[in-house]
C-alpha cells in the first residue's frame, strides 16, 4: 500500500458511532476494545480524552475476556489478545501500512491459537460442532415458536402464522443448511470477525491519539492492499476446484471466502472514491446506497469483488487521479 492511502483520515468521531453499532451487532465490542486499549497504551496517553478512551477500552476488554464461553469464544478471545500483541509489535517496529499490519497479525494470531488448540487437546472440528449447535439451538428455538404461532388444527385462525406443515418443513432444511454452512466456514467468519475489530479500532485510535504510532489508517475510499494477496485468492480456488485436493477443500474454501470478503470491500472503496470524485456525497448517498445492498445484495456484492480485483490489477484509483485522466 502506498502511504498516501494511509493519509489521516477528515471527521470526528461521529463518524464511527454507525461503524461501532455495526461491530456491536455482529461482533463481540471486545475484539475492536482491545486492539484500540493497546495501541493508545503505546502512544503514551497524557491528554484527558485519550486517558478516558484507554480505559474504557482497557476494561471493556478486560470484562469480556473474562466472560465464560464456549471454545469458539475462547479461541477468538486468545486470538484477538495474540493479534493484539502482533499488531502493537509491528506498529512499533515496522512503516508498512495499517491494513498490511493487521492481515499479517491476524494471520499470525490464527496459527497460533491453532496450535494452541490442538496443544490442549482439542481441534477445529470442535470448534465447528460448537459453533452448528449454538446455530441450531437458535434454529431450533425459532422453529418451536413458529410452530407455536400456527394455525391450529382445526381450521380457525387464532394463530398468528400463516404455515403449512410443510412450509415449517421447507423453514427447517433452510436453517439445517444454514447451520452447517456457519460451521464450515467458522475460520472465516473467525477471521473477518478480528479484521472488523482492528479496522474500527484503528479508525478511533487515528482520531483519539494526539501522537499516534506507525503509518495510520487512512479513509474507506482509500483502502487498499498489496497485489500479492492475489494468491491466496488463486491457490484456494484451484484446491477447490482440483477433485484430487479434495482433503484441504475446507481450509481452501475459508481462505477463499477471506480474500473475497477483502476484495469486495477494496471495490466498495473504489467506488466511494469514484463518487467522491464525481462530487457525489453525503446522507442521502449513504441511504441510497444502503438501500441497494439490501435490494440487490448478491449482483452488489458481486460487482465489489469484481471491481476490487479489477483494481488491484490495474490501480483504477490511480488512474482517475492523473491530470490527464481528470
Keep these: 500500500m502506498s502511504r498516501s492511502s494511509e493519509q489521516a483520515p477528515r471527521g470526528g ?3 464511527l458511532l454507525p461503524a461501532w ?9 471486545g475484539v475492536a476494545a482491545i486492539p484500540l486499549a493497546g495501541l493508545l497504551l503505546v502512544s503514551h496517553p497524557r491528554t484527558g480524552r485519550e486517558l478516558l478512551v484507554t480505559g474504557i477500552a482497557g476494561g471493556a476488554g478486560v470484562w469480556w475476556l473474562l466472560q465464560a464461553g464456549e471454545l469458539p469464544d475462547q479461541f477468538l478471545r486468545a486470538a484477538v489478545v495474540i493479534a493484539t500483541a502482533v499488531l502493537v509489535a509491528l506498529t512499533l517496529l515496522s512503516r508498512t501500512s495499517f491494513s498490511h499490519r493487521a492481515m499479517l497479525a491476524t494471520a499470525a494470531a490464527l496459527a497460533a491459537a491453532s496450535l494452541l488448540l490442538v496443544a490442549l487437546g482439542s481441534s477445529w472440528g470442535a470448534v465447528r460442532w460448537w459453533v452448528e449447535y449454538r446455530a441450531g439451538l437458535t434454529a431450533r428455538a425459532f422453529l418451536g415458536q413458529a410452530a407455536a404461532m400456527m394455525p391450529p388444527a382445526d381450521g380457525s385462525h387464532r394463530g398468528l402464522l400463516q404455515l403449512t406443515g410443510a412450509q415449517l418443513a421447507d423453514l427447517e432444511t433452510w436453517f439445517d443448511t444454514v447451520t452447517g454452512t456457519l460451521g464450515t466456514f467458522a475460520p472465516s ?15 478511533t485510535y487515528r482520531r483519539i491519539a494526539a501522537s499516534p504510532v506507525g503509518v495510520v489508517p487512512g479513509r474507506f475510499r482509500d483502502f487498499r492492499f498489496s497485489e500479492h494477496l492475489g494468491w491466496a485468492a488463486v491457490v484456494p480456488l484451484i484446491v477447490v476446484l482440483v477433485p484430487r485436493l479434495a482433503a484441504a ?3 481452501a474454501a475459508n481462505m477463499l471466502a477471506v480474500a473475497a470478503v477483502l476484495y469486495a470491500v477494496r471495490g466498495a472503496a473504489v467506488a466511494m472514491f469514484g463518487l467522491s470524485l464525481a462530487g457525489v456525497g453525503g446522507f442521502f448517498l449513504w441511504a441510497a446506497l444502503i438501500a441497494i445492498l439490501f435490494v440487490m445484495l448478491p449482483f452488489v456484492v458481486g460487482g465489489a469483488i469484481l471491481l476490487g480485483v479489477i483494481d488491484a490489477g490495474l490501480n483504477l484509483r490511480r488512474r482517475w487521479t492523473k491530470p490527464a485522466s481528470r
Design 13 to 15: 468521531l461521529g463518524r
Design 21 to 29: 453499532v455495526v461491530l456491536a451487532v455482529f461482533v463481540p465490542p
Design 189 to 203: 467468519l473467525l477471521t473477518i470477525q478480528i479484521l472488523a475489530g482492528f479496522a474500527v479500532a484503528g479508525a
Design 249 to 251: 477443500k475446507l481450509a
